[in-house]
C-alpha cells in the first residue's frame, strides 16, 4: 500500500490522529506506527479519550475543579467543557484565585474587614482566614455589630452609662457616640467622675464617684 493507506485493496487510509504528519500507519491492520496524537487512544487512534481524562495516551485527568458533575474537558489540552468551579482559574482550573479573590472566575473581593493586613479569605465561598476585624461579624465580615455590642467577635456590649436610651457606641471601640451619663467618663464612660470639693473650710479631697452620682 502507498504510505497513509491500509487494509483491502489498500482502500482504507490511515487515522489522521496517527502521531506524525503523514499518519503513517501498519499497511496490514492500519495500526499506527508513531501511537497516537494527543487525545486519542485504540491501535488506530481513531478513539477519543474516555470522559475526564486527556493528553498524550489519555493518560492524564482533568481537573477536579472543572465545572460539572464528570468534571469533563477537552480530550487533546485539557481545557474545562463548562469553566471552571468557584475559586478555581486557568484553562485546566488548576490555579486557585489569587489572594485576595474569591468565587466564580475569581471574580469576587476578599472583605476589607476581613482580619490580617492581606484581607485573606477562602477562595471558593470568601470566609475570612482568620475572622473579622473588631466591629464586624458574619462568614465573609460584611455585617457590622448590631446596636449596643462592639469589638472582636461583637462579643462586647456597650457600656449601660452611654449616654441615649440605647446606651450606643461605635461598634469597632466601644466609644460612646453622644457621651456619658451624669457621673461617668471616659470614651467609654466605664469610669466614675473624679469630683473635687472643699468641706469646712479644710483641704480639697478628690473623690471617685464610680457608681454614684453625688448629689
Known amino acids: ?9 489498500c482502500s482504507f487510509f490511515c487515522s489522521e490522529h496517527c502521531k506524525e504528519e503523514d499518519n503513517s500507519c501498519d499497511n496490514v491492520d492500519g495500526t499506527c506506527d508513531q501511537g497516537c496524537d494527543p487525545g486519542y487512544q485504540g491501535a488506530q487512534c481513531r478513539q477519543g479519550c474516555d470522559r475526564g481524562t486527556h493528553g498524550k495516551n ?7 475543579h472543572c465545572k460539572g458533575e464528570d468534571n469533563s474537558c477537552d480530550n487533546v489540552d485539557g481545557t474545562c467543557d463548562q469553566n471552571c468551579d468557584p475559586g478555581y482559574q486557568g484553562a485546566l482550573c488548576t490555579q486557585a484565585c489569587e489572594s485576595g479573590t474569591y468565587g466564580k472566575n475569581c471574580s469576587l473581593t476578599c472583605s476589607e474587614h476581613c482580619k490580617g493586613v492581606d484581607n485573606f479569605c477562602d477562595n471558593v465561598d470568601g470566609t475570612c482566614d482568620q ?42 471601640d466601644g466609644s460612646c457616640h453622644h457621651g456619658c451619663d451624669p457621673g461617668y467618663q471616659g470614651a467609654l464612660c466605664t469610669q466614675g467622675e473624679l469630683l473635687s470639693y472643699t468641706a469646712n473650710n479644710l ?8 457608681n454614684y452620682i453625688c448629689s
Open 203 to 210: 483641704d480639697t479631697f478628690t473623690v471617685d464617684t464610680w
Open 1 to 9: 500500500c502507498d504510505r497513509g493507506t491500509h487494509g483491502k485493496d
Open 58 to 64: 489519555c493518560s492524564l485527568f482533568c481537573s477536579e
Open 131 to 172: 475572622g473579622c476585624d473588631p466591629g464586624y461579624q458574619g462568614a465573609q465580615c460584611r455585617q457590622e455589630c448590631e446596636s449596643g455590642i462592639y469589638g472582636k467577635n461583637c462579643s462586647l456590649t456597650c457600656s449601660e452609662h452611654c449616654k441615649g436610651e440605647d446606651n450606643s457606641c461605635d461598634m469597632v
